[in-house]
C-alpha cells in the first residue's frame, strides 16, 4: 500500500524545503505529478495505523502554515 500526500502552502508560513526536510524525516519522498509526496507501506496495513500515521502528519506539519490531504491507496489499484 502507498500513502500519497498533497500540500498546500502558505506565503505566512514555513518554506517549501522546511516542509520538505520534515516530511522526508517521516520516511515520505517527494514525486511529480498529481501528489507532492508518496509513502510506501511496502505491505498491506490495517486503517488504525493509516489513522495514526495521518495524526503523525498532522503534528509535523502544525504550525507550518500547509494545509494537506493524504490518500492511502491498494498498490494492486493504482
Known sequence: MKTYLLIWFSSNGASPSDVNRSLMSMGFKPIQGAYDYVYDWGNNVDLDEILRFGDKVH??????????????INGANE
Open 59 to 72: 503534528l509535523s506539519l502544525h504550525d507550518t502554515g500547509t494545509m494537506f490531504k493524504i490518500e492511502t
